[in-house]
Structures are given as structure tokens and as C-alpha cells.
């Protein structure tokens, strides 16, 4: 991404492009192992091995005894500290819910995503709810809008032993192969990533052996919480493909 690029990237965001209201409890600081997992959403800052926290927005279904289910990392936009919040709320949440899986959407810290600091907390993140939580390790998706959909691409293609598949939304892409299935959701009027570019980068990555799925809207870029019927619908096909 260019440097003018990323100064629009922050710029737009931090104007509150995406903001929300929110009605998530409190965050309660807490270990992963000794989380509470219960139905529902609920806010918390998670201690990490390193002694580092994160803050997530969590959405829990409806578990039965000894079942495992998948676990989505959704990743938020830039924006301010509640940035996680209004994204999981607006989108995350009410697009992906019917997987009945665990949706965390950690915050950022108010960094980018692809960054060391990050990159060490996301996989923490992962490998303790792993290892505590009731997760199918094999159903592990991540997804992520503009900023978040820049690093659920990047992950991906870093991490595929991790994630069994990638939804990148609004993002801006290397022409690298990605070795999962990819499914991504981009804007026709997309102003900060150019739809014409993105679907070049795409057909390249494809030619390089990457199994990817395109769904083209009308969007802007700056109307992130009107991706949710999209999202489904595009969740329901990888879950046909994948999870099923």
C-alpha cells in the first residue's frame, strides 16, 4: 500500500466512518483458562502468557456437553479504542452468529494488525482458547474488514497450518498464493482500494494455484456495517465447503 494510501486509510477512519453505538457489558480482565464460557456476548481483556492483555468482543452460542465448534478471529477496521466493539457489533456478530461458532474480535490496540506486537498477541490468542475452550482446532477461520481484512489475508497466507479458511473484506492484497480457501468481499465503489486493481491481484493469485471466491458489491468502503448480507451469504458457502 502506498504511503498517501495509508495516511487516507487512517485518516477516513479515525473521522468515525464506522462508529456505533454499543451495549457489551464491561470488560472483566481475565485468564482464557479460567473464562466463564457462556451463551452470549460479552466484553473482556484477556491476560496472555507474556503478561501482555488484549481486549476482545466475544459471541458465544449454544454449546452441548463434550461438542466442539469453530472459532472465528475477526478482525475490526481502523478507528479509536472501541473500534473492536462497534465492528463486532454492527458486522462480525450479526453476519457470522449462525456458524455457531466462538467469534472473538480482539482489539488492536490501536496499531495496525501486521505488526509484531500483534502478530505474537493473535497467536497467544489462539493457542490458549485452543487449548481451554471447547474449539474444533480444524475449524478455525479468520476474517477482517480494511485493516483487519489486509491482516486476515496476511495470516492467512503466513499461517495456513493455523486457519482452515480466510474472509478478507475491503482489503488491499499481495499477489501471493494463499494455500486455504479465500473468500473475499470487495466494494465496486471501494474508494481507498481500487475494485478493478484488487480483482487483478485476485486473478493472479489465482494463477499462482490460490482457491479463492470473489463476491463483488456496490458498496463504498466507508459503509462497513451494510457488509452484512454479504458476509453471510459468502459465510454460507464457505461453510458448505469447508466446515460442513
Not at 134 to 139: F, Q, S, V, Y
Request: overall charge neutral.
Amino acid at each position: 500500500m502506498s504511503i498517501l494510501k495509508c495516511i487516507l486509510f487512517f485518516m477516513c477512519f479515525s473521522l468515525g466512518i464506522h462508529a456505533q453505538t454499543t451495549s457489551l457489558n464491561q470488560n472483566k480482565t481475565s485468564s482464557i483458562k479460567h473464562y466463564k464460557v457462556i451463551e452470549g456476548r460479552q466484553n473482556a481483556t484477556f491476560k496472555l502468557n507474556n503478561k501482555q492483555t488484549i481486549d476482545v468482543s466475544i459471541s458465544v452460542p449454544k454449546i452441548q456437553p463434550h461438542q466442539k465448534i469453530p472459532l472465528i478471529i475477526a478482525l475490526h477496521w481502523a478507528g479509536g479504542t472501541n473500534a473492536y466493539i462497534d465492528y463486532s457489533e454492527c458486522l462480525a456478530f450479526p453476519a457470522l452468529e449462525f456458524l455457531n461458532g466462538i467469534i472473538i474480535a480482539p482489539s488492536d490496540d490501536g496499531l495496525h494488525w501486521i505488526t509484531a506486537e500483534n502478530e505474537s498477541k493473535l497467536l497467544q490468542l489462539i493457542k490458549s482458547v485452543k487449548k481451554h475452550w471447547p474449539i474444533d482446532d480444524t475449524k478455525i477461520i479468520i476474517t477482517g474488514y480494511s485493516n483487519g481484512g489486509i491482516a486476515s489475508w496476511a495470516y492467512a497466507e503466513k499461517y495456513p497450518e493455523v486457519f482452515c479458511a480466510t474472509i478478507p473484506i475491503a482489503g488491499s492484497y499481495t499477489a501471493s498464493k494463499i494455500e486455504i480457501p479465500t473468500y473475499v468481499i470487495h466494494g465496486k465503489n471501494d474508494e481507498l482500494f481500487n475494485a478493478y486493481r484488487t480483482q487483478n491481484i485476485l486473478s493472479q493469485s489465482i494463477n499462482k494455484g490460490s482457491n479463492i471466491t470473489l463476491n463483488l458489491i456496490e458498496q463504498s468502503h466507508y459503509e462497513g456495517c451494510s457488509y452484512v448480507k454479504a458476509l453471510q451469504d459468502i459465510a454460507k458457502l464457505m461453510q458448505t465447503e469447508v466446515l460442513d
